[in-house]
């Protein structure tokens, strides 16, 4: 049983069944857990309820389960977690590092445009700030955190932690270490610009969710997918704003589809076949720099934990 302080998570959306894809992350965050002797959960993200699909979590356990990855406490689901993250909300609006949007997603584009704005990355507008001096009297349809901290107009901070986030950027440029990719930097306000923490049809925003949850399960070490690591920067900057620990951050590599793009549930990756979960988690391995492993799931799983310490 874990002994150590160390406490990691799997942190799938119930939007499909696990992929090749998603157990690579599934299964180096478990392998990270157990070589360092730590504890292992499982967060069911289903915030997005719109993109979530009946009975996926309870699949997604099922398959974990089948590969011989087992949580060492009950999953948690995002769902249940609405007035937890309007607490942290509230504290950031009390702080004066959210605010109110009025902005329609056409506003965003036209203001964009007239700064000459291309988009930026994930394709995605980087907001130009137009609500941050207030709302014109029009209704508030979404909550922003302000990523502009480092500028002189930035209100006296209200609470301490908001001196260290201002310290942590030099210029805009947030730096942080990954434990896979080595140093990595993003320039927030230039980059992603003031980001929302609840959607304007009222659903939690991912960023918000995640760094609420890591912070409340006490995590900490985060092993997930790299099409996930440039939202670290986002995440690093709202634990400071909420005066919360940075856990350390194991982007890992990704797994291509035949279009050599990221196999993902959206491009129709195959689901996980688990009458097979020794060549599901070999497939896995191999991503993952492990030799192949014959026998049965649990000694190979307890190779590769072995394999993974000398890392
Ligand atoms: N729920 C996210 C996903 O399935 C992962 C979030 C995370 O690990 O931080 O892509």
Redesign the pocket.
């Known amino acids: 049983m874990p002994k150590s302080a160390y406490i990691g998570?799997?942190?799938?959306?119930p939007?499909g069944p696990l992929h090749a894809g998603?157990l690579v992350?599934a299964l180096a965050?478990w392998l990270d857990a157990r070589a360092h002797g730590g504890t292992w959960l499982v967060?069911i993200?289903d915030v997005d309820t719109p993109r979530c699909l009946p009975g996926m979590d309870a699949l997604i356990l099922q398959q974990l389960a089948a590969c011989g990855l087992h949580p060492d406490a009950p999953p948690t689901y995002q769902s249940q977690r609405g007035p937890r993250y309007q607490q942290a909300l509230d504290q950031l609006v009390a702080s004066g590092w959210a605010y109110p949007c009025a902005c329609s997603r056409k506003e965003i584009e036209i203001a964009c445009a007239a700064l000459g704005q291309v988009r930026g990355r994930n394709a995605e507008l980087v907001y130009p700030g137009t609500c941050r001096s207030g709302l014109l009297g029009r209704p508030a349809r979404a909550w922003r955190l302000r990523t502009d901290a480092f500028k002189e107009n930035w209100p006296p901070a209200l609470i301490p932690s908001a001196q260290a986030a201002i310290k942590s950027i030099v210029d805009g440029v947030l730096t942080w270490h990954d434990r896979q990719l080595g140093l990595q930097q993003q320039n927030l306000p230039k980059e992603v610009g003031d980001f929302v923490l609840r959607r304007a049809d009222g659903l939690w925003a991912?960023q918000l969710a995640?760094v609420v949850d890591?912070a409340a399960q006490g995590i900490t070490h985060?092993?997930?997918?790299q099409?996930?690591a440039d939202?670290t920067p986002r995440?690093i900057w709202l634990q400071q704003a909420l005066g919360l620990p940075t856990p350390q951050y194991l982007h890992t590599p990704l797994v291509l589809g035949p279009n050599g793009e990221k196999l993902s549930k959206q491009n129709g990756a195959q689901a996980l076949d688990v009458a097979q979960p020794l060549a599901a988690l070999n497939a896995a391995a191999q991503v993952l720099g492990l030799a192949a492993c014959g026998g049965d799931v649990a000694s190979a799983l307890a190779q590769w934990v072995g394999q993974w310490k000398c890392k």
């Open positions: 998570r799997f942190a799938p959306s939007t998603s992350a965050s967060r993200e991912y995640v890591d985060v092993v997930r997918g099409d996930l939202n995440q």
